[in-house]
C-alpha cells in the first residue's frame, strides 16, 4: 500500500482485529447519550414517533455504520486524505452559497433528496483533519514561527467568510475557536493568543456593525431578556422556567407543561435539553452530562497515548468540537450565552450535526485503535 510507505508504517491488524480492538463500551455510552434524543424526540411529539424520534432514530443507525467504518480505517489514510477532505467540504459550502436551499432566512442547506445536508457542520471536522496534517508536519521550531501560521489562518478563514454568508453565526464562532484550539494544542506560542485577544476588542465593534438585524436583537435580548419579555426575550425566559420547575426529578416523561403546550419554542432541537431537565430533572441533566463527561474523558485519555502528532491533534480537535456543542448549547438554554443555534450533540433533532459528530467520533476510535502506529513527521505533505 503506498500510503504506508509514504508516510510511516506498523504492523497491519485485520479488519476482524481493528473491530473487536473497537472500545465498545464507548460506543455503548454513545447509544445512551442518543437515546436520550430519541426518548425526548418521542416526548415532544406528544407521545408519538413522528416526526422527529423515528427519523432521528434512522439517521442515527446510518451514522453509527458510518462511525464504525471510519474507525477501521487506518490513521494514516485518514491523513492522507485531510487535505481533500478540507477541499470536498469547504466546495460544498461553494455549492449552498451558489444553490443551497433557503429556509428561516438562511441559505445554509443543499437537498439530497431524502434529507438536507448542511455542509458548514461537515467542514468543523475537515478544517480538524487539514490542521491536524498541517501541523503534524512542521519541527516543534517551525510550529512557534510566526510565519508558520499563515496557511492555517487560511484554511480557518475560508470557511468563516462562507458560513458568514448563509449567514449562521453560531457555526462561524464554532469553526473560529475549534480552530484556536487546535493552534493551542499543536504548541503555538502563547503570546499570539494574548495579542488576537486584544485585537479582536476594536474588531468586536467592527464585527457588530455587520451583524444581521436578529443577530444583534439575539444578543440584546442575552444581556436583558426582561426587556422584552412576549417578544425577543420569550425564548429564553420560557426555558429558564422549564429548567427550574422540573426540579430534582422531573414532572415525570410526557408531563413537561412548558414543552408539552409549546411554550417552549424549538423543543426538538436547540431546546431539547430544556426539556430533559423539565420532565426528567437534575437527576436526568446530570446522568447525560455524566455520559457526556465519560466520552470527553475516554477521548482526552487516549490523545495521551496515541504515537503520531496527527493522531494526538486529531482527537483533541474533534474532541474539543463536540465540546462546544455540548457546552454552548447549555450554556445558551441558561441564558449565560445568546442563543446561537448549536444544537445538543446527538440529542437534538437534525441529521447533519448526528452525522457529522457521529463520524468525528470514527476518527478517535481510528485513532485509539492505531495509536502504535508512527507517522514520521517531515514536511513532504506539508
Not at 475560508?158 to 480552530?179: A, F, H, K, M, N
Not at 412576549?230 to 422540573?246: C, M, P, R, W
Not at 482526552?300 to 496527527?310: A, D, T
Amino acid at each position: 500500500m503506498q500510503y504506508s510507505t509514504r508516510i510511516g508504517s506498523s504492523k497491519k491488524k485485520s479488519l476482524s482485529q481493528k473491530f473487536f480492538d473497537l472500545n465498545w463500551f464507548i460506543v455503548l455510552v454513545i447509544i445512551l447519550v442518543a437515546s436520550f434524543g430519541f426518548a425526548m424526540l418521542y416526548s415532544v411529539a406528544g407521545g408519538s414517533v413522528d416526526p422527529w424520534a423515528k427519523n432521528q432514530f434512522i439517521r442515527f443507525i446510518i451514522g453509527l455504520i458510518l462511525m464504525i467504518m471510519v474507525a477501521m480505517v487506518d490513521i494514516r489514510v485518514w491523513m492522507f486524505l485531510a487535505y481533500p477532505f478540507y477541499a470536498v467540504a469547504l466546495g460544498l459550502l461553494l455549492i449552498v452559497d451558489i444553490m443551497g436551499e433557503i429556509g428561516k432566512g438562511s441559505q445554509r442547506w443543499l437537498d439530497l433528496g431524502f434529507m438536507n445536508f448542511q455542509p458548514s457542520e461537515l467542514i468543523k471536522i475537515a478544517l480538524v483533519m487539514a490542521l491536524a496534517r498541517y501541523f503534524h508536519c512542521l519541527t516543534d521550531d517551525e510550529t512557534t514561527q510566526l510565519r508558520s501560521l499563515i496557511k492555517p489562518i487560511i484554511l480557518i478563514i475560508l470557511p468563516v467568510v462562507l458560513v458568514l454568508r448563509q449567514p449562521d453565526l453560531g457555526t462561524t464562532i464554532l469553526i473560529v475557536l475549534g480552530g484556536i484550539a487546535l493552534l493551542f494544542a499543536a504548541g503555538v506560542r502563547m503570546w499570539l493568543f494574548v495579542a488576537s485577544l486584544i485585537a479582536l476588542i476594536p474588531a468586536a465593534y467592527g464585527a457588530w456593525q455587520f451583524l444581521k438585524p436578529y443577530q444583534k436583537q439575539r444578543v440584546l435580548t442575552f444581556l436583558d431578556p426582561e426587556k422584552d419579555p412576549l417578544g425577543a426575550g420569550y425564548h429564553i425566559i420560557q426555558s429558564k422556567i422549564a429548567l427550574g420547575s422540573g426540579g430534582i426529578y422531573g414532572k415525570g416523561f410526557i408531563q413537561g407543561t412548558q414543552s408539552q403546550l409549546n411554550f417552549l419554542p424549538e423543543k426538538h432541537t436547540d431546546f431539547i435539553f430544556t426539556v430533559i431537565a423539565e420532565e426528567l430533572g437534575l437527576i436526568g441533566g446530570l446522568t447525560l452530562l455524566g455520559l457526556y463527561f465519560i466520552l470527553l474523558a475516554y477521548a482526552i485519555i487516549v490523545s495521551m497515548s496515541v504515537k503520531s502528532q496527527f493522531g494526538r491533534l486529531l482527537i483533541l480537535g474533534m474532541v474539543f468540537t463536540f465540546f462546544l456543542y455540548m457546552f454552548i448549547n447549555i450554556a445558551m438554554v441558561m441564558g449565560l450565552v445568546p442563543v446561537v443555534g448549536v444544537p445538543l450533540p446527538l440529542v437534538s433533532y437534525g441529521g447533519s450535526a448526528m452525522l457529522t459528530l457521529l463520524m468525528a467520533f470514527g476518527f478517535i476510535l481510528s485513532a485509539a485503535i492505531h495509536k502504535e502506529t508512527s507517522i514520521p513527521r517531515g514536511g513532504a505533505f506539508a
